[in-house]
């Protein structure tokens, strides 16, 4: 299953509710993850399953889709979310999107 | 507490075989359902999912590299390894290890440059 992620640079405001897109070229079954990646450190896991928030992650961050389009939303953009962010399916083998790199306007 | 940690050779020269491994506390791969996988991003790039395996020694690899990579754990003492074969210039990458079929958990990777 090949992941298509826009777009692939996004800019914005703190405060500013965020949306990336998630695609597949197959259904996903719900089976997908989203990935925090700052400068120079390992990825993050934020949401996995979809919409199940991972231990620690703050509740700006939300993840919804179905089939084979899913999103990563983050509802009050801070500072500390600029990043690329990566979405990942493990519905059928093991793929990730080629990301897409957040930065503040 | 889990944490993972990734340890290699750092440099490697091209057509050798590049040796991993991810030392891992706070979960056993032992346990029912439990995975550890590898992932690789070269500098600037997206991340490439190399290769899981499961509790029960089954093993999952990428296709495209399916023919050069050998994955492996000693259960005993919390490790999982990475064998790369015939190593290429384009094989220079930040190598990652990772709890679970999501990871949820990651290392803080490690650097490989193959260079002549």
């Known amino acids: 299953i090949q992941l298509t992620q826009s777009p692939s640079l996004l800019s914005a405001s703190v405060g500013d509710r965020v949306t990336l897109s998630c695609k597949g070229s197959q259904n996903i079954n719900n089976y997908l993850a989203w990935y925090q990646q700052k400068l120079g450190e390992a990825p993050k896991l934020l949401i996995y399953?979809?919409?199940s928030l991972q231990t620690g992650i703050p509740s700006r961050f939300s993840g919804s889709g179905s089939g084979t389009d899913y999103t990563l939303t983050i509802s009050s953009l801070q500072p500390e979310d600029v990043a690329t962010y990566f979405c990942?399916?493990?519905?059928?083998?093991?793929?990730f999107g080629g990301g897409t790199k957040l930065e503040l306007k | 507490q889990v944490t993972l940690k990734e340890s290699g050779p750092g440099i490697l020269q091209p057509s050798q075989t590049l040796s991993l491994t991810c030392s891992f506390s706070?979960?056993?791969?032992?346990?029912?359902?439990?995975?550890v996988g590898w992932i690789r991003q070269s500098s600037g790039k997206g991340l490439e999912w190399l290769a899981n395996i499961w509790w029960n020694d089954d093993k999952y690899y990428n296709p495209s590299l399916k023919n050069r990579l050998t994955i492996s754990k000693d259960t005993s003492n919390n490790q999982a390894f990475l064998k790369i074969t015939n190593m290429d210039t384009a094989d220079t990458a930040t190598y990652y290890c990772?709890?679970?079929?999501?990871?949820?958990?990651w290392g803080q990777g490690v650097m490989v440059t193959v260079s002549s």
């Open positions: 706070g979960f056993s791969l032992s346990t029912y359902g439990m995975c």
């Open positions: 990772a709890r679970r079929w999501y990871f949820d958990y």
């Open positions: 990942y399916q493990y519905n059928n083998g093991w793929t």
């Open positions: 399953n979809t919409n």
